[in-house]
């Protein structure tokens, strides 16, 4: 028996970084990229590297692009705790899982650049393994799970907008309410029509890379400390989501670029952002979309009012700044 799964990189539409805090965010799908796990029965388990999981370099120039490209981690660590967490949830439930298996990923996915490539290998090896052990995990709690591989098992701070839009795909509405998700580990995943958003694009920049710790890690621990500034920007970030929201499932998907402007300024005065992930963002402003982070850092999202002359100046823009810009397919 072989299996192959795939998850997929996502952008963060409007909310973000909120989800990590009762909040609420829109995230879309982006099947331009993907990461996909292989587990077939095997006399011992095992768990093959792949290319970012090298160890062996041919100078020492070679092994710093490494670093800079990769961090000090590549997917073995992922899929190692991922195995971890999935063994805990068939203790817990009763499940089986008693069959040795080979295990092997690949993904194209941008590293480092807030399109979540990480929870991604994550989730593709949790379909992996359901799908071997016939083991069901219900949708709504899926993404809790994948989410504590990374939180709990690895101690890296993340939220849950992440693996909920790569269990669910396509687009969704997420409200995070604490009184929710402490009621039923999980908050309210609406999923959206495609169609009903406005034109939109994802740039990204290798080197803008910055791992999604940098954030969440600082920023927990000054939620942590109830800061005033804080507590009041997750709030205005929830009702910037929700407005959102709301027009989408209107027909008026093109009118939410103010909030999306709107988002990324409020999380500038809270967070520091480096000078080459503001010019990313200004990049698209100064041609006329309005622009987000798509996630962590190193990528942004942005919609446009759907003249294809202002996509390729938009597309000329970003390369010469050597970034890349694609036109997600959500579907």
């Given at each position: 028996?072989?299996?192959q799964?795939?998850?997929?990189?996502r952008?963060?539409?409007?909310?973000n970084?909120?989800?990590?805090y009762?909040?609420?965010t829109?995230s879309?799908i982006?099947?331009?990229?993907s990461?996909?796990?292989?587990?077939?029965?095997?006399?011992?388990?095992?768990?093959l590297?792949?290319?970012s999981?090298?160890?062996?370099?041919?100078?020492?120039?070679?092994?710093?692009e490494?670093?800079?490209?990769?961090?000090?981690y590549?997917g073995?660590?992922?899929?190692?705790a991922?195995?971890?967490r999935?063994?805990?949830?068939c203790?817990?439930t009763g499940?089986?899982?008693?069959?040795n298996?080979?295990?092997?990923?690949?993904?194209n996915?941008p590293?480092?650049?807030?399109?979540?490539?990480?929870?991604a290998?994550?989730?593709?090896?949790?379909?992996a393994?359901?799908?071997?052990?016939?083991?069901e995990?219900?949708k709504?709690?899926?993404?809790g799970?994948?989410?504590?591989?990374e939180?709990?098992?690895l101690?890296i701070?993340?939220?849950l907008?992440?693996r909920?839009?790569q269990?669910?795909?396509?687009?969704v509405?997420?409200d995070?309410d604490?009184?929710?998700?402490?009621?039923?580990?999980?908050?309210?995943y609406?999923?959206?029509?495609?169609a009903?958003?406005?034109?939109?694009?994802?740039a990204y920049h290798?080197?803008l890379?910055?791992?999604?710790?940098?954030?969440h890690?600082?920023?927990?621990?000054?939620?942590?400390?109830?800061?005033?500034?804080?507590?009041d920007?997750?709030?205005?970030?929830?009702?910037?989501?929700?407005h959102?929201?709301?027009?989408?499932v209107?027909?008026?998907g093109r009118?939410?670029?103010?909030?999306m402007?709107?988002?990324?300024?409020?999380?500038?005065s809270?967070i520091?952002?480096s000078?080459?992930?503001?010019?990313?963002?200004?990049?698209?402003?100064r041609l006329?979309?309005?622009?987000?982070?798509?996630?962590?850092?190193?990528?942004?999202?942005?919609?446009?009012d759907?003249d294809?002359?202002?996509l390729?100046r938009l597309?000329e823009?970003y390369?010469?700044?050597g970034?890349t810009?694609?036109?997600p397919e959500?579907?």
């Amino acid at each position: 028996m072989i299996v192959q799964t795939r998850a997929y990189a996502r952008a963060g539409l409007i909310g973000n970084p909120s989800d990590g805090y009762f909040g609420k965010t829109i995230s879309f799908i982006i099947k331009n990229f993907s990461a996909r796990v292989t587990l077939y029965e095997s006399p011992r388990l095992s768990i093959l590297p792949q290319r970012s999981d090298r160890l062996e370099f041919r100078d020492y120039g070679e092994f710093l692009e490494d670093v800079r490209l990769h961090g000090y981690y590549g997917g073995i660590r992922l899929i190692k705790a991922a195995i971890k967490r999935f063994g805990d949830y068939c203790a817990r439930t009763g499940a089986a899982f008693d069959r040795n298996f080979s295990i092997e990923y690949e993904t194209n996915i941008p590293v480092r650049v807030g399109l979540a490539g990480s929870s991604a290998i994550i989730t593709a090896t949790m379909r992996a393994l359901m799908e071997f052990f016939g083991v069901e995990i219900p949708k709504p709690v899926l993404p809790g799970v994948i989410l504590s591989v990374e939180l709990d098992e690895l101690k890296i701070g993340a939220g849950l907008q992440d693996r909920v839009i790569q269990v669910y795909e396509g687009v969704v509405f997420m409200d995070f309410d604490k009184e929710r998700m402490e009621r039923d580990g999980f908050g309210l995943y609406e999923p959206m029509d495609p169609a009903l958003l406005p034109p939109v694009f994802v740039a990204y920049h290798d080197s803008l890379a910055e791992g999604t710790e940098v954030t969440h890690n600082d920023l927990r621990s000054r939620f942590n400390r109830k800061e005033p500034q804080v507590l009041d920007g997750i709030k205005r970030w929830a009702e910037l989501t929700q407005h959102a929201r709301d027009l989408i499932v209107a027909g008026r998907g093109r009118e939410i670029g103010p909030l999306m402007d709107a988002n990324f300024d409020l999380r500038a005065s809270l967070i520091q952002i480096s000078p080459g992930n503001r010019a990313l963002v200004e990049t698209g402003r100064r041609l006329g979309a309005a622009v987000n982070f798509a996630g962590s850092g190193g990528a942004v999202v942005g919609c446009h009012d759907g003249d294809p002359e202002r996509l390729r100046r938009l597309a000329e823009a970003y390369g010469g700044m050597g970034a890349t810009l694609i036109v997600p397919e959500i579907r």
